[in-house]
């Protein structure tokens, strides 16, 4: 699942200003009917505003602070965004209980406006918030399928010589490697990894499957992205390893950059 980016929480913040502005100015539950004040409709969009800004930078602060790992290499998940939607959530509760304390309702007793504004903020936001979690999910699986889809489509990748032809499930390869004049092709079978021999250059295969999904990260070496590697560091170095292969892909930090992010597109 895709880290939410920049443009989604804020459609979030939106979908929670508008929520609480809609609620707070046509219905008025919560005794703020009977608020009276010459700019009582100005004073009551305080608190769309506070949900907005909340939910705007918060989410986002959280997920670099407690997951910056995750973040870095887009490993997401719906339990992870409410992990940091729930302290957004409270945390606007308590904004807009001191607000109302401070401006709307100076009389009242602070404890008891903070517990019920725990109460009203979960009636106002769990309908925007569910709904939010509910797009994030469907999206989700909706991007798995058609990258499954995708990969299970054969590519046929053609060498130097009219008898230099493979073809190969994309699904199952894993990388290309460089070897003098040949390229090696590793692909996972149920029965083990199969290496096949196809005399051409690197570069020449690479633009041919590159819109397959595959990677260079480094002059000898190209990777499957949408099979997930995982990019780790050892004595100063990066290398790649896939799951259930011994095998580690050197990384050149010339590609580095790249690769990162073409592995943050790929949705889990």
Same mark, same amino acid.
């Given at each position: 699942m895709h880290v939410p980016g920049v443009k989604l929480r804020?459609?979030?913040?939106?979908?929670?200003f508008v929520s609480i502005t809609f609620i707070l100015l046509v219905f008025q539950p919560f005794g703020t009917f009977n608020f009276q004040?010459?700019?009582?409709?100005? @004073? !009551?969009?305080?608190?769309? *505003?506070?949900?907005?800004? +909340?939910?705007?930078?918060?989410?986002?602060?959280?997920? &670099?602070?407690?997951y910056s790992r995750e973040v870095k290499t887009d490993n997401w998940s719906l339990v992870k #965004?409410?992990?940091?939607?729930?302290?957004?959530? %409270? !945390?606007?509760?308590?904004?807009?209980?001191?607000?109302?304390y401070f401006v709307i309702s100076p009389?009242?007793?602070?404890?008891?406006?903070?517990w019920q504004f $725990?109460?009203?903020?979960?009636?106002?936001?769990? %309908?925007p918030i569910f709904g939010y979690l509910?797009?994030?999910?469907?999206?989700?699986?909706? !991007?798995?399928?058609?990258?499954?889809?995708?990969?299970? $489509?054969?590519?046929?990748?053609?060498?130097?010589? @009219?008898?230099?032809?493979i073809t190969i499930a994309i699904n199952e390869t894993l990388y290309f490697k460089a070897s003098d004049n040949y +390229? #090696? +092709?590793?692909? $996972? @079978?149920?029965?083990?990894?199969? &290496?096949?021999i196809i005399r051409a250059k690197l570069m020449s295969v690479y633009e041919q499957v590159k819109e397959a999904g595959f990677v260079q990260v480094h002059r000898s070496y190209l +990777?499957? *992205?949408?099979l997930r590697p995982e990019l780790i560091m050892e004595n100063g170095n990066y290398e790649i390893c896939f799951s259930g292969l011994e095998t580690k892909i050197p990384v050149s930090r010339t590609y580095l950059k790249e690769f990162r992010k073409k592995l943050a597109e790929v949705p889990l």
């Open positions: 804020l459609r979030l913040a939106f979908l929670i004040d010459a700019n009582k409709y100005g @004073k !009551l969009l305080g608190y769309s *505003i506070i949900g907005f800004v +909340v939910f705007a930078i918060t989410p986002s602060i959280l997920a &670099k602070k407690l #965004e409410i992990s940091i939607l729930t302290p957004s959530f %409270f !945390l606007a509760n308590i904004l807009s209980a001191l607000y109302d009389n009242l007793n602070l404890t008891v406006l903070l $725990q109460i009203w903020g979960f009636l106002i936001l769990i %309908f509910y797009f994030l999910h469907n999206s989700s699986r909706w !991007l798995k399928k058609q990258r499954e889809d995708e990969l299970d $489509q054969l590519l046929t990748i053609s060498g130097n010589g @009219k008898a230099d032809v +390229v #090696e +092709v590793f692909i $996972q @079978k149920p029965s083990g990894i199969q &290496k096949h +990777v499957n *992205i949408f």
